[in-house]
Structures are given as structure tokens and as C-alpha cells.
């Protein structure tokens, strides 16, 4: 919201920042921050949620002993703060906000050029490339081990293995937290990985002032600024689409469409019986051969 109004601002001004913004570049530094902040949080809540789920379903025993809402707290304070630190370091000097193609956003200078920050605005820019895949490769990692430890959980519940009662009430818990995790673990990373990693290859580039990697990139008329802008686009998503993901993979939800669909669709007895006497009626056609 805040981002969209900042972006609002300046097409409603003509991308005029000079009207809009101060001259020591307040609004952009802000616009910047922002941008930084509600791109990593996200990815660093559900990389938390993540390992929560694994150690949860994987050390039950310890998950209940040792983890408590306190603690789930903190982490989740101590996972903003992170944030907020890195995005606040352009801000303060460790590297720079500037606008971006064209002309409606800030972000992190990926150039190393704006007030002679050199490096340190190239390790600003990296730095926030390389938290964002870590998250996104962290996240994978544990909600694969999630699901394969509840797929051998099921195995055995199938081959009638005994499980205790606090084990039994957790599980149905667990699955739909899991599947919530990973359907938003696949928004983010569809979302989120090519403007990463873009962001990172641009930053590595001009750090090695690899300027025939760039003029590749640059055929067609494809500039590198237009390039980011459209990957950028593909990071809005998510924030539409993670409050529905959590809405409609719920039990009580899943449960009501299944049972819609049930209703419409045929059952496999009449599906068989369908199929049945097609296979029937082409066998008899005297057309045939």
C-alpha cells in the first residue's frame, strides 16, 4: 500500500521527483527503504514459519519442550529488526537509494555510482540479493523435509503403526500448516527469483565491470532498467495472493470444494460404466472395418 502510493505519487506528478521530493532525497530514500522491508520480511516470516514446521514435525517431543510463544515471538521481532537494519543501511550511508526505470520506483543502486558510493552501494545491493534467495533456498529446504517426514508418518499410520494420542491430534494440524507453507513457498519463489536474481547478476556484473555481459543483455532493445522493471512487476503478487492461500487451504474449505465438486462431476462407478459402453458401441459399429 504504502509503495503503490508512493509510485501513485510520482506518475501523478509526470515522474517529476523534483516535485514531489526534497532536494536531499528524503521521499526516494524512504521509497527505498520500504521497498527493501516489505520485500524481505515477508520472505524472512516464511522462512521462519518454514523451520518452525520442520523442527515441529520432525522433533515433536523437543518442538513442544522447548519452543513456546515467547519465543515465537521474539523471533519473529528479531527477523524484522534484521530486516529493517539492512534496509535502513542505504539510508544511512552504506550504499544508496535511486530511482529506476522509469523513473517510479527507488531501490537500492545497483551501479555503484550515485555520491560516490562505490562498493559500498554494490555489497548494499547484493547483500539484499543474496538474503532474499537464502530465504527462498532456506524455505525449500525445510518444507521438503516437512513433507517427506508427514508422507512417512502416513506410511506408517497405512501399515497400522501405532502413534501416541498427542502425536494423533497434532498431524492434521501439521499437514494443513505444511500445505499452506509450501503453496506459499511456490508463490514467493515464482514471484521473487527472477528479480533476485537479475538484481544479483546485475550487481555481480558491475562489480567485475563485465560491460559485454550487460550490452548481451541489452540486444533488442531490452535495456537492463526495462528488464528489472518487469521482474520487479512479477514481486507484487504475493501480497495479493498469501491472505487467499491461507483462506481457501483450510480443512473446512478444502473439504466444502471437494464436496462441490463431488456433487457435479460423475462418480467412478458411472465413470466406468460410460467408458464401458463406449468401448461397447465402437466395437459393434458396422462402420468400422
Not at 51 to 77: M, N
Not at 144 to 160: D, H, K, P, Y
Amino acid at each position: 500500500v504504502i509503495t503503490g502510493a508512493l509510485a501513485a505519487r510520482a506518475y501523478g506528478a509526470g515522474l517529476r521527483w523534483e516535485e514531489i521530493d526534497d532536494g536531499a532525497g528524503s521521499l526516494c530514500r524512504f521509497f527505498g527503504t520500504c521497498m527493501v522491508f516489505f520485500g524481505l520480511a515477508p520472505l524472512a516470516l516464511g522462512t521462519a514459519m518454514a523451520a518452525e514446521r520442520c523442527v515441529g514435525v520432525s522433533l515433536p517431543l523437543r518442538f513442544a519442550a522447548r519452543v513456546t510463544a515467547r519465543g515465537a515471538r521474539r523471533a519473529v521481532l528479531a527477523a524484522w529488526a534484521a530486516v529493517l537494519a539492512l534496509a535502513a543501511l542505504p539510508a544511512l550511508g552504506a550504499g544508496a537509494y535511486v530511482r529506476h526505470f522509469p523513473g517510479s520506483w527507488c531501490f537500492v543502486d545497483m551501479r555503484g555510482q550515485a555520491g560516490g558510493g562505490g562498493w559500498l552501494a554494490l555489497a548494499s545491493a547484493l547483500l539484499f540479493s543474496t538474503v532474499g534467495l537464502a530465504c527462498l533456498a532456506a524455505s525449500l529446504v525445510c518444507n521438503t523435509i516437512t513433507v517427506v517426514n508427514l508422507a512417512r508418518a502416513r506410511r506408517r499410520l497405512w501399515c497400522g503403526e501405532r502413534r501416541s494420542s498427542v502425536t494423533s491430534a497434532r498431524r492434521p494440524h501439521d499437514v494443513e500448516m505444511a500445505v499452506q507453507l509450501v503453496a506459499i513457498m511456490l508463490v514467493a519463489t515464482v514471484c521473487w527469483s527472477p528479480f533476485l536474481a537479475r538484481a544479483r547478476t546485475a550487481t555481480l556484473a558491475h562489480a567485475h565491470g563485465d560491460n559485454h555481459h550487460d550490452a548481451h543483455l541489452n540486444a533488442h532493445h531490452h535495456t537492463q532498467p526495462q528488464v528489472l522493471f518487469v521482474y520487479r512487476r512479477t514481486t507484487t503478487p504475493p501480497q495479493v495472493l498469501d491472505p487467499w492461500v491461507y483462506i481457501l487451504l483450510r480443512r473446512a474449505v478444502l473439504r466444502a470444494l471437494c464436496g462441490l465438486l463431488g456433487r457435479r462431476l460423475p462418480s467412478p462407478h458411472k465413470m466406468g460404466s460410460l467408458l464401458s459402453s463406449l468401448r461397447r458401441s465402437l466395437s459393434t459399429d458396422p462402420t468400422r472395418g
